[in-house]
Structures are given as structure tokens and as C-alpha cells.
């Protein structure tokens, strides 16, 4: 009897040793590459986590040429930095590693700025720098990057190699990384520059409420009692400190109680050219001169040619000049006299007629030549008339249509504020209410807006009695 033999299954074909090798090199060469790609993730992160935390700007720079080196696998790497005017940035000059660099840095922070080129402009500094690298490495291999921020350089980021062999052949991914560098780099220095701004204007600002606090208390923290009149006064600066300067001085202030109510007053209004701390100071100088000259009890005429003699070698000095309308008023007499180095005529509203006049008389301004002289004039205060002194960042604030305020639309304002009847501050507020109407609630004065009123009470005045 005969049985079928059972069937062989064939055996696998034998696998060939190159197609092995070569799939296990393909792997290698991937986990090489993703073990290269990630370490080349976390370089990048580690320096933009850097970028936004770190706080010491040399400490992120420190950082950027040794990230910079590992990225690219290169022998080493220099970061040069400039300043905003193109000027090599020498305390900013790093390098990695620190021992194969000590060379460049040292030969780099010794070249002046005219080896560089640095006012021939920024193409001009980098094409130099490039050629300083260059003679330095030798034959090294190295390629260098800009550092640009706002579209302009702000420095220059190189790589080399070893001077042993050929060195590294660095791909476009390479110099794309480095580039990356060299823009997280950037955008650190215009930081840097930001937070360096910052912290001037902070420090400007604090001098700038000291300045306004001295200035503050140097004018009338409030109005003095004068006998028969009622007084309101205010000053707004366009900046925190300003060169508008308005004060009231008793010509007898040793006097106190009702002996000094009833003796001459001066009362002052000037304005310093030009804004801001200087022309606040000059105003400060020049205020301690008239307090001095009004003790004197000299006439108006004479206290300003006084004041122009005293002011004029340190209002030459700083190129300035000062306008100043200087009046004294007696509550015994109702005389008001009064001289003008070329400031804004004040106005009067006389109650009887209710008509508007400019006080003015002749004069230059204060500094603005050693022998002038000025004219004196004087008038009778009657019962409600009303005194309007004020300057020029009054009638020249400028409205939404950049049309000014002017001296026009100020009498009409002041004559409405006479008739209706208000006391001196009524009438005071009432016309920066309207300053303000015209200039915009959201909008700056382009110049201090100074205003004082004075108001004859509207009682009966008796004539002085005699001596």
C-alpha cells in the first residue's frame, strides 16, 4: 500500500546583506538627524526663553555666541554689538569659548572708531569689520550675519571653524540658524534700548515733579488780603514746569495784620521765552531779583530798568528774554500804577460804561538791551471795575482748526464775565472754562496759560483820610 508523502513548505529566500545594512544606515542616519533636529529645538527655545525672561542684558549676550557655536557645531563664535550712531559697543563684544577668543575680543575692543569707519554708515562698519575678521582668522573658515534692529545694524554675529583640516561645510539650514540667532539677538538690543529709554524719561520725570514742586511753591499758594479788592489768580503749564510767573509783594512786608491790607501792593505778571525746566529756572532768578528791588519802593519805570540792568549778563547767557508787566496798587489812594517791558496788556472793564481798555506803556524786553528805558502810567480804581492780567498762552492757544484764541474772543469773554456780576474767581473760572472750550478737553496747551483778576469791591470807597 502506498501514501502520499506529506508537502514541503518552500523556505524563505535568503535576505541579502547589503539591503540589511542599508535600512539600518537609513535608521541611523534618521535618529541621527531627529536627535540632532531636537537638540537644535531646545538650543533655540533655551535662547528665546532666555530672550524673554532674563533681565541682564550682558547675560543673554553672553549667552548667544556659546547657543550659536553648538547650533552650527562650529569652533567658536563672536558677537560684536554697535551703538544707534554705528560706534563699536565695547563693553558688548562676547565671545565662545572665552580661551580661543581671548585674541579677537582683545584686538577687536582696541580698534578706535575710525578704524571702523563707524560715521561712514552701517555698510561702511560691517564691510570693515568683515576685513578686520578676516586678516585675524587667516585661513579659518567663517561666515558672518548682521544684527539688524528697525533696519538698522546693530552688530555682527560670526562663526569659524578649526584652522586644523578644511573645517566645517556649513549648509543654508546652518546659516538660516545663526541668522535666527542673530534676529532673537536684535530683538534683545532693541529691548535693551526701549527699557534704557524707559528708565531716562523715569528718572526725567522725577526731576520734572521736583521741578514742578519748587516751581509750585515759588508762585502764590494762594491770593493775599489787599484792602477793597478781591483777588483770584491761576496758573496752567503746558509742561509739568513752565516759564510763566505771576506774584503779588507787599511793599512793606515787615507790616502784618490790617497795616499790611491797607499798604501798597505789587502785583507782577511776566512769562520767560520758551517752556519747560530752563525757562521755570530763569523765572525762579529772575523772581528773587524783583522781590529784592520791590523793597527798594522805586516807581514801576525804575524797578524795571533796574531788573534789566541786574538780569542781563544771565539772560545773555542763555540766549533768553523775559516779558514782564509790573503794576502797585494802593487801597488807600485806588492808584494803580504801572510799567511794561512788552508783555500782554492787561485789560480793565470799568463798571461805570462798561467799556473794555488795554493798559500799555512803553518798554523792551527784559534782557534784551542794557540801558532801555520804560515809561510809567497810573489810573483811579473805581467800585466794580474789574483787572485782567494774563500771557500769551492765553490769546496764542490754538483750537481744533489750529485757529488761535487770541485777545478778540478774550474781551468778549471778559466783558460777558464783568456784566454778569461775579466776584474774582467766578470770573476767573469762567474763562478757562472757555479757553478750554475752545482749545478741547482731549487736547494739550502749547503753552503756559497764565490769568489774575482783580475786583474792586463793589462797597462805597471813602476818600483817604489825610496822613
Known sequence: MSSTPPSRVPPPPPRAHGTLSASASLRQLLDSLSREQRRNQELLASLAFALRSFTNFNRFLELVPMVCSRLVEAEGSLLVVFHADGRLWREQLHASPPERCRHLVSHLAGLS?????????????????????????????????????????????????????????????????????????????????????????????????????????????????????????????????????????????E??????????????????????????????????????????????????????????????????????????????????????????????????????ERLDAPGLLIGLQPEAEYGCERLVLEPGDVLLYYTDGVTEAAGVGNERFDETRLMRAFDRSCRSGLGAQGILDQLFTRLDRFVGSDRQLQDDASMVVLKVRDEVMLPALPG
Open 255 to 356: 507790616l502784618v495784620g490790617r497795616r499790611r491790607e491797607t499798604e501798597r501792593w505789587a502785583l507782577v505778571m511776566g512769562d520767560v521765552m520758551g517752556k519747560g525746566i530752563p525757562a521755570g529756572l530763569l523765572m525762579t532768578l529772575l523772581r528773587g531779583m524783583l522781590r529784592s528791588e520791590v523793597l527798594s519802593g522805586h516807581a514801576p519805570d525804575r524797578i524795571l530798568r533796574d531788573l534789566n540792568q541786574l538780569a542781563q549778563e544771565d539772560l545773555a547767557h542763555s540766549h533768553r528774554f523775559v516779558t514782564l508787566f509790573y503794576s502797585d496798587y494802593d487801597p488807600r489812594t485806588h492808584v494803580l500804577r504801572y510799567a511794561n517791558a512788552a508783555h500782554n496788556p492787561p485789560l480793565i472793564w470799568r463798571r461805570q460804561g462798561h467799556t473794555l
Open 113 to 253: 572708531d575710525q578704524d571702523l569707519a563707524a560715521g561712514a554708515g552701517d555698510d561702511a562698519v560691517v564691510a570693515q569689520l568683515d576685513l578686520e575678521m578676516r586678516r585675524l582668522l587667516g585661513q579659518v573658515p567663517m561666515f558672518g550675519t548682521s544684527v539688524v534692529a528697525r533696519n538698522h545694524q546693530r552688530g555682527r554675529l560670526y562663526v569659524f571653524g578649526s584652522s586644523q583640516g578644511d573645517g566645517p561645510s556649513w549648509s543654508d539650514v546652518h546659516r538660516r540658524h545663526v541668522q535666527l540667532v542673530a534676529d532673537l539677538t536684535g530683538v534683545a538690543i532693541e529691548n535693551e534700548v526701549l527699557q534704557e529709554d524707559m528708565r531716562l524719561h523715569e528718572r526725567l520725570d522725577r526731576q520734572l515733579s521736583t521741578g514742578a514742586e519748587i516751581q509750585s511753591q515759588l508762585l502764590p499758594d494762594q491770593c493775599p488780603v489787599i484792602e477793597g479788592v478781591d483777588l483770584a489768580a491761576r496758573c496752567r503749564p503746558a509742561f509739568r514746569v513752565g516759564g510763566d510767573y505771576y506774584d503779588f509783594i507787599p511793599t512793606r512786608p
